[in-house]
């Protein structure tokens, strides 16, 4: 599976964001996806995860009630749509895809390129 990240930019603190994730070599209709991010100087973390059929979101503390994962496997894509960002959003976002979902990085097998979030205050 090569994931493609794509939809980050720069953008005000406060405004939004539409971060996409299109798969392609199969369908990851069966996958767990999630997004991670990681941020200059830290470690990468944990954002939402989307079970293979939808049903099943995780986020992290921190962006609860302001992001959003979906996915339309008909497409093949997984989003992550960002409300109300704020400074400390700002870092490298990566799709990736595994058999698990979860919050764990180790659990996913395929990870795409990344695209640069700047949220600017």
């Known amino acids: 599976v090569q994931l493609q990240a794509s939809g980050g930019g720069l953008v005000q603190a406060g405004g939004s964001l539409r971060l996409s994730c299109v798969a392609s070599g199969r369908t990851i209709s069966t996958y767990g996806m999630a997004w991670f991010r990681q941020a200059p100087g830290k470690e990468r973390e944990f954002v939402a995860s989307?079970?293979?059929?939808?049903?099943?979101?995780s986020y992290a503390d921190s962006v609860k009630g302001r992001f959003t994962i979906s996915r339309e496997n008909a497409k093949n894509t997984v989003y992550l749509q960002m409300n109300s960002l704020k400074p400390e959003d700002m870092a490298v976002y990566y799709c990736a895809a595994g058999s698990f979902q979860g919050k764990r990085d180790s659990k996913y097998d395929y990870w795409g390129q990344g695209t640069l979030v700047t949220v600017s205050s």
């Open positions: 989307i079970s293979w059929n939808g049903g099943i979101t």
